[in-house]
């Protein structure tokens, strides 16, 4: 038996007040799980049209199911282990703007649509240079957003009442000024009238926001104990964390119109995003990076091996409260709270997310994550950040392409990785390691800077390199945290 509303119970809305650009298993599994929320609570009275913003999609499936599917959450929480589902039936249709068009840009005529909610990837935000407003639709998103703009704005002829509030989930740094920045530069593309400009600016609410949840996606197992439980199959069953956090930067009508607080969701609305948005990418992001290197070489090819083995879970957690959450901008206590949140979303059991999936362009994220945390902590303690420091050190050493005799799939730059490859094959003396230090250190068209000037620096990681080449990377932990051998059994 398929999932349908005739044989799930769900919670009927008739309103359509939300335009969905995405009908992927991220913002199934944490925008319309949200949405589901507001509604069973009696908040919010929500009813979303789902449209593929790409040529390809989940429109059609949803349509098979009535809009319905599940969200099961699967993790640690507080401690406890979290195996739940629900039915999710906020959706209400699925649109194909490339096959159903007049179908997709007639939603511009609803006059109690109110929200444009998307996911469309990083790369979805961005200008493309051969949209054209007669295109039905744009290839682009921002281009397809104009379009429907100008619609609306045509249809309900300049009435300001009928602006929209843009909630976009895609992650990228002040998404929603980028996005109101493009569809203002289409407009003036496409030669549209001034006064448009001015609707687009003055009656619509372009939201940043910041989004996390892990949502791996569909698992053929849960589907199938779904089925045997519950009776019914679905094919498009989401598995995510129970963890989510959606922090949303905007004015104060926003938050009474989206009544997440109210339903007590972990959804939080602020004047600034910036602080928030720090503390996910130094704590979240940069624990990952840091992490990768050292535990990979240990021997980990998952996070949840990395956390969950004594020397390197001591490493984690010293990092995230000693170097990383001393230096934030937001408070000790939310930090503290955030960073407990990410270390119990590490060890959960149920998703496999792999060190070498983690392990991409390291050097450059460890430049945006890691690289700003070290700065600021040499700023305001006038030393170098030891566990930081190592990391760095074992960054290199990872680049050295060899665990063990195992070779490590790189995946870099390739001028990077030659570098690394070429300074390797140098380093067969202690001046050889000095030598790779001081130029890695050095590469300023990299860094933004010369590190090697950084006091200390060269030291710290040619110190980490040695230990690690020498006697492992177990040991060199050991002696980091002067640990003795016998931790494990002390810990019984």
């Known amino acids: 038996m398929k999932l349908s509303r005739g044989n799930a119970e769900s919670h009927s809305v008739q309103v359509e007040n939300v335009l969905q650009f995405g009908e992927g298993v991220f913002l199934r599994g944490f925008v319309d799980w949200q949405i589901q929320k507001m509604n069973e609570n009696g908040h919010f009275n929500g009813s979303v049209v789902a449209v593929n913003p790409r040529r390809t999609g989940n429109a059609p499936k949803l349509n098979e199911q009535d809009g319905l599917f599940t969200v099961s959450l699967q993790g640690l929480q507080h401690g406890e282990i ?40 990083e790369a979805g935000i961005a200008f493309r240079e051969e949209d054209k407003l007669e295109d039905q639709p744009q290839e682009s998103f921002p281009g397809k957003v104009a379009a429907f703009l100008y619609h609306r704005y045509q249809f309900f002829k300049g009435d300001e009442t009928k602006g929209l509030i843009f909630l976009p989930c895609e992650l990228l740094d002040q998404n929603g000024e980028k996005l109101k920045a493009y569809v203002l530069r289409y ?22 926001t910041l989004v996390d949840r892990i949502v791996p996606g569909y698992s053929e197992e849960e589907a199938g104990r779904i089925q045997e439980e519950e009776g019914y199959k679905d094919r498009l069953l989401v598995v995510a964390e129970p963890f989510y956090q959606w922090v949303i930067e905007a004015p104060s009508f926003v938050r009474e119109e989206f009544p997440a607080e109210k339903a007590m969701l972990n959804v939080k609305f602020v004047d600034d995003i910036t602080p928030y948005a720090l503390q996910k990418v130094r704590i979240l992001n940069g624990l990952h990076t840091a992490m990768m290197p050292i ?67 390291s050097l450059t994220k460890f430049k945006a994550r890691n690289l700003p945390t070290l700065r600021e902590y040499v700023e305001k303690y006038r ?24 070779k490590i799939p790189l995946s870099d730059q390739e001028e990077l990785i030659e ?23 050095s590469l300023e068209e990299h860094w933004g800077e010369d590190l090697s000037k950084i006091p200390g620096l ?35």
């Not at 407009?187 to 940043?208: G, P, R, Y």
């Not at 934030?328 to 059991?349: D, W």
């Not at 170098?384 to 050190?393: D, H, Q």
């Not at 177990?474 to 003795?484: G, I, R, T, V």
């Open 187 to 208: 407009a003036e593309k496409w030669d549209l009238e001034k006064e448009f400009s001015t609707w687009v600016q003055c009656a619509n609410t372009f939201c940043s």
């Open 458 to 492: 060269a030291n710290a990681v040619e110190s980490a390199i040695l230990q690690i080449e020498e006697a492992g990377m177990e040991n060199a932990l050991k002696k980091l945290f002067h640990l003795s051998t016998t931790y494990k059994e002390s810990r019984k």
């Open 295 to 361: 535990a990979y070489l240990a021997g980990c090819n998952t996070v949840r091996e990395a956390i969950c083995s004594p020397h390197i879970g001591i490493f984690i957690r010293a990092l995230a409260y000693d170097e990383i959450i001393p230096v934030l901008s937001v408070s000790k206590e939310e930090a503290s709270a955030f960073a407990e949140a990410v270390l119990e979303r590490f060890q959960n059991p149920f998703i496999r997310h792999d060190l070498l999936s983690i392990s991409l362009n």
């Open 82 to 121: 979290v195996k739940t589902s629900s039915v999710v039936s906020c959706v209400q249709r699925g649109v194909h703007p490339y096959k159903q068009y007049d179908e997709y840009i007639k939603i511009a005529e609803n006059e109690n649509l109110r929200f444009i909610i998307s996911n469309t990837t």
């Open 383 to 406: 030393k170098v950040p030891k566990l930081l420091s190592f990391s760095l050190g074992a960054l290199f050493v990872f680049y050295k392409g060899k665990r063990g005799e195992e």
């Open 419 to 441: 570098l690394f490859q070429s300074l390797w094959e140098k380093s067969n003396s202690e001046k050889g390691i000095q030598h790779l230090v001081s130029t890695a250190l």
